[in-house]
T-cell receptor
């Protein structure tokens, strides 16, 4: 069974460009979470999605960031007009049950560097 | 503010010793989980303890949960160099329990 797949693993963008990060959850999982991690820090919750629905986006910056989890295809985290402060590792996790009852399975992360 | 806070921030021990990490949280929870992250990698789930459980074991891991103090501890016995990693506690805080929040983590170094 393939685990959670994230791509790209590494992404370099110049200020003002767009970054698109993709996450394919584990087979059968319908819950997807995105987290951001700065070096030597913990994971900061960004957004929780189910198929075609954003359930909780309380951790997402109000501007430039968006996320989707379409009926078909991977979940996408999109960052428009990137700035240096967006440089971080972005982790996706999936679960087959509600957060309250199940463990999360993580991808290996996408490391964004903004020049 | 953080839902979960691990303590200590960093811990260095000799191989064979036990390592204890603590986690405190603020709101009611349905369960508490511990994860491990090796440098540059994704997180790996270690153990989940439900709010109605007080202690749980898995191999060399022992987790306790005290809901009255809103705290948990992770004990790794007979540590190995391969246990060197960051350890995070995670909770799904009430009332909606719809997202999992991680603490800042404890960085464990096991010296051979």
């Amino acid at each position: 069974n393939a685990g959670v797949m994230q791509n790209p693993r590494h992404l370099v963008r110049r200020r003002g460009q767009e970054a698109r990060l993709r996450c394919s959850p584990m087979k059968g999982h319908s819950h997807v979470y995105w987290y951001r991690q700065l070096p030597e820090e913990g994971l900061k919750f960004m957004v929780y999605l189910q198929k075609e629905n954003i359930i909780d986006e309380s951790g997402m910056p109000k501007e430039r960031f968006s996320a989707e989890f379409p009926k078909e295809g991977p979940s996408i985290l999109r960052i428009q007009q990137v700035v240096r402060g967006d440089s971080a590792a972005y982790f996706c996790a999936s679960s087959g049950a509600l957060a309250a009852t199940g463990e999360l399975f993580f991808g290996e992360g996408s490391r964004l560097t903004v020049l | 503010s953080q839902q979960g806070e691990e303590d200590p921030q960093a811990l260095s021990i000799q191989e064979g010793e036990n390592a204890t990490m603590n986690c405190s949280y603020k709101t009611s929870i349905n369960n508490l989980q511990w994860y491990r992250q090796n440098s540059g990698r994704g997180l790996v789930h270690l153990i989940l303890i439900r709010s109605n459980e007080r202690e749980k074991h898995s191999g060399r891991l022992r987790v306790t949960l005290d809901t009255s103090k809103k705290s948990s501890s992770l004990l790794i016995t007979a540590s190995r160099a391969a246990d060197t990693a960051s350890y995070f506690c995670a909770t799904a805080p009430g009332p909606s329990y719809d997202k999992v929040i991680f603490g800042p983590g404890t960085s464990l170094s096991v010296i051979p």
